[in-house]
């Protein structure tokens, strides 16, 4: 590829003279941040793009790559990152879909043909088996399956891995390998460097648009990679500080759910979330993290279990702003105050006006936290049991913000209910957006630009900055950092440890293990709906957290704090 | 009794199957439209315009000759019918495909434009034919259309029941037999189905998306405006008259959801509609009662609709893209 240019529009440029040649027999990995112009590059390659400016040569001649079937031409195949397959066709359908080779359509011969692909290279998959029945590796492998009937000796891997378990990246990287020595170029686009140091022969590197470098893997390290990625030294390892008055906030005990398919996908899930902790949920994608947040939030439907929130109350005055004067009595009658001198409070004898003084004042202190339980409570009963509670859901334009509604509005969505008479207050959420948006370095045009036209970062941290905005006690987010660049996913990391350092309960459903195992405090691991065990970050290795989101090995419950 | 029902059955049949025709026509060609994607609630319309196009030609070639040759008699209807909803197809396809207007808006827009323009056509050949009445009629093309099988009448109640019609009936059948084939064997049809269901999958794949778009919709369109042609020079007996064709369009629309978007099923569910449309006719109900009747088709595909959602299979849900229109460049 020679001085390759995309432009969308007039600002954007997603690829700036571009260089980049490929050999056979090797395999490329193509190296950047997310929005480096990685994906767009490739697209070019494989027909879905033509390039504004430059030219490319196959095999030492000029190539004209204006369709998929002209790539297919030049024997060049590419598998997407967002899987392009038809869902109710069998995998041999999808794979000879777009075929046009003049010989007879006959479905059983293409499945035989399929069959011999997989020997060769060691897939595992049933040709009749339809797409929806598939799991997400069983999708990729049809992928793959499909640019080599095709004969393609050029393939182009869009994140092939982040959909992978560990133990499925292994086996794709060795399908990878056996394409390489049978002489194949194999690239593979990716951010993550380890996979870059373990698979590929040479790296090249794209940052803005722009092609860095080519270099010799075995020249390569993590170190010097990254540096040629972001521009800048950016340190891998994020400030974790220690956690400090470590309370329990959020007891789940047993819960399980099952969907409308009747299938369980919550299967006896308990666990505690601590205050002033991060705890990390790991899992395959789909194994009932949605849910499980879901279901904490007050929009699930639990078969059993119960959830427990401690509401801080420890220490801090009684009122009567969600306790009536005969609540307040006979709990002053159980023991379940004292003063400020730690002497246990005796109402008896005392008036009425004495009493409500005292309480009044803020002299009567609690014992202990407050304790309740948060099942079949919908999200709005929730919040009037003085529970404060955020969701950062992981379908941030579907469920945390409304696309189409600036910012001022969305920030609206948590304080709806405020204002004068039918009349809404807009000014103080308004406030909130500015602020937002300056604190975080939000890019917008305004407070006033509909959310849609924001990139993923900044939808993101509008999101995360409403639902912090609320000073929470319990702060739940689901795969906060998905689809941002670098420099965005660190300003998240930090506000949630800026969250865990006040106090509050984070739980932090993740992808990448890397970051799990930097920013968590403890990892709770879950499979199919099933808690395998919850693991002190500090300590686990990625590999146990492999073996575990498959279910192959279990920690024993090994809570740190009790009950 | 028994001798009674069966008498009523032979009558009743033939009856079932000549009203199931157009919808049969207008079923076919609106699945394979759908198949691509293309939700083409202009259907109606298309069907409107085929049946004053056909009817035109079949006019002025009837008022300028002494005898009617059998075969231009026959072609002329046919070629102007299939060029009328040819041109109403495209404009669909222009304004979905290519300028990537709403489908629901330009599909109703296009019916309302079919409709009207049937009217005014039709008025106007009202007018020029000098009429005293508010219809025109055709017939001499309208007698090789309802031309009988030769063997018919020789095989009593069998040839009643099966070889009756004219040969657009049997033609229907063919293409709706033809289109389960096409859809379910070939590689055109498996292409056009993988428009239909993810067309990004589709143009990955090397399809083009807008071909077969355009392909579908004016293929299944020019069959749609057969049931026009049908009704007018077949059943009606070459007469036209202003709304004559009805609400069958619609019908035609509710087919394909009962058919759950098989052309093979649409026979059978045609012929079903075709038939409680003359409920009415046939069974002793009162006045008052003939709209609950009329109604039934609807609550038909009201339950079947229900019914398949229920079921949650996958093969029979709508195409994924259906009513969507396909940007390749968006990111």
């Given at each position: 590829m020679r001085n390759i240019t995309k432009k969308f529009g007039e600002k954007v440029v997603a690829n700036k003279n571009v260089n980049l040649d490929v050999k056979y027999g090797e395999i490329l990995a193509l190296l950047g941040e997310n929005g480096s112009g990685k994906t767009t590059l490739m697209n070019m390659l494989s027909g879905i793009y033509h390039p504004d400016e430059g030219e490319i040569f196959v095999n030492g001649e000029h190539a004209t790559i204006n369709s998929p079937n002209d790539?297919?031409?030049?024997k060049i195949g590419m598998i997407h990152q967002h899987f392009k397959l038809v869902d109710i066709f069998t995998a041999a359908e999808n794979i000879v879909l777009g075929i046009n080779d003049g010989e007879k359509y006959d479905i059983k011969d293409a499945a035989a043909k399929v069959s011999v692909i997989s020997e060769k290279y060691?897939?595992?998959?049933?040709?009749?088996?339809?797409?929806?029945?598939m799991s997400v590796s069983e999708k990729q492998t049809v992928e793959i399956i499909k640019v080599l009937y095709r004969g393609a000796d050029i393939l182009i891997l869009d994140e092939p891995t982040a959909v992978l378990t560990p133990q499925e990246t292994e086996k794709l990287f060795a399908v990878l390998r056996r394409m390489r020595d049978d002489g194949k170029s194999v690239i593979i686009i990716t951010h993550k460097l380890n996979e870059v140091l373990e698979v590929s022969d040479r790296v090249a590197i794209l940052r803005k648009g722009e092609h860095?470098?080519?270099?010799?893997?075995s020249d390569a390290t993590e170190a010097s990679l990254t540096e040629m990625m972001v521009g800048k030294k950016v340190t891998l390892n994020i400030d974790r500080s220690e956690p400090v008055n470590v309370t329990p906030r959020l007891v789940v005990r047993n819960i399980s759910e099952t969907n409308q398919d009747g299938v369980r996908i919550l299967k006896d899930v308990s666990f505690t979330a601590n205050a002033g902790e991060i705890l990390g949920i790991a899992g395959i994608a789909g194994s009932g993290q949605r849910e499980l947040l879901e279901s904490i939030a007050g929009l699930g439907r639990l078969n059993s279990g119960e959830i427990i929130y401690h509401r801080p109350k420890k220490d801090l005055p009684v009122s009567f702003f969600h306790k009536t004067y005969a609540q307040v009595v006979r709990m002053a009658k159980e023991g379940k105050f004292h003063y400020e001198d730690g002497t246990p409070v005796n109402f008896d004898g005392?008036?009425?006006v004495r009493i409500r003084k005292l309480v009044n004042d803020g002299k009567i202190l609690f014992n202990e936290d407050e304790i309740m339980n948060l099942r079949d409570h919908t999200p709005l009963e929730i919040r009037e049991l003085g529970v404060r509670l955020s969701f950062v859901p992981e379908d941030r334009l579907g469920m945390g913000l409304v696309g189409s509604m600036d910012l001022?509005?969305?920030?609206?969505?948590?304080?709806y209910r405020h204002g004068k008479w039918v009349f809404v207050d807009r000014d103080n959420p308004k406030q909130l957006a500015e602020k937002i948006v300056s604190d975080l370095d939000v890019v917008t045009p305004g407070v006033g630009t509909p959310v849609r036209r924001l990139s993923g970062g900044n939808v993101q941290k509008v999101l995360v900055g409403r639902e912090i905005s609320a000073a929470p006690k319990v702060l739940m987010a689901a795969y906060p950092v998905r689809g941002l660049d670098i420099n965005s996913s660190y300003t998240i990391y930090n506000l949630l440890n800026r969250q865990k350092e006040i106090g509050t309960a984070v739980i932090f459903v993740g992808e990448d293990l890397d970051v799990l195992l930097g920013l968590c405090d403890r990892i709770m691991v879950i499979s199919s709906g099933e808690i395998t065990g919850i693991v002190d970050a500090r300590t686990a290795t990625k590999e146990e957290i492999g073996l575990m989101m498959t279910g192959r090995k279990r920690v024993v419950e090994n809570e740190q704090t009790t009950e | 009794?028994?001798?009674g029902f069966l008498n009523w059955l032979l009558l009743f049949i033939p009856r079932a199957i000549m009203q199931g025709t157009p919808l049969l026509f207008g079923a076919t060609g609106e699945i394979i439209t759908e198949k691509t994607g293309n939700l083409n609630l202009g259907i109606p319309g298309i069907m409107y315009v085929g049946a004053i196009s056909g009817m035109t030609g079949a006019f002025f070639y009837e008022n300028s000759v002494v005898a009617v040759n059998p075969v231009l008699g026959i072609l002329i209807p046919l070629v102007s019918c299939l060029a009328g909803s040819l041109f109403a197809s495209l404009i669909y396809c222009f304004l979905t495909v290519t300028l990537r207007a709403?489908?629901?808006?330009?599909?109703?827009?296009?019916?309302?434009?079919g409709v009207g323009l049937g009217n005014f056509l039709g008025g106007s050949l009202i007018k020029i034919s000098g009429s005293a009445v508010p219809y025109f009629s055709v017939s001499d093309v309208s007698r090789l259309f309802r031309a009988k099988l030769p063997f018919a009448s020789s095989l009593g109640q069998i040839g009643n029941l099966f070889f009756s019609y004219g040969f657009l009936v049997y033609l229907a059948v063919i293409i709706a037999v033809v289109a389960s084939v096409v859809l379910k064997r070939t590689r055109v049809g498996l292409q056009l189905?993988?428009?239909?269901?993810?067309?990004?999958t589709a143009d990955a794949a090397g399809i083009n998306v807008t071909k077969y778009k355009y392909f579908a919709t004016c293929i299944g369109g020019m069959i749609a405006g057969l049931g026009g042609l049908y009704f007018t020079v077949d059943y009606s007996g070459g007469i036209w008259s202003n709304d004559g064709f009805g609400d069958r369009g619609w019908l035609a629309l509710a087919i394909v959801i009962f058919s759950v978007w098989r052309p093979a099923l649409s026979i059978f569910g045609s012929y079903l509609f075709g038939g409680l449309l003359v409920l009415y006719n046939r069974i002793n109900v009162p006045m008052q009662m003939i709209p609950v009747v009329q109604m039934l088709p609807y609550i038909v595909t009201v339950i079947v609709l229900v019914s398949i959602s229920a079921m949650k299979k996958k093969e029979n849900l709508p195409p994924a893209s259906l009513g969507l229109s396909y940007f390749r460049e968006d990111r």
């Open positions: 790539a297919f031409g030049y060691g897939f595992d998959i049933k040709p009749a088996k339809k797409i929806y029945n860095i470098a080519t270099v010799n893997t005392m008036s009425r001022t509005d969305n920030m609206m969505l948590r304080s | 009794m028994t001798m709403n489908q629901n808006v330009t599909g109703l827009a296009l019916t309302t434009f189905r993988a428009v239909g269901e993810n067309p990004a």
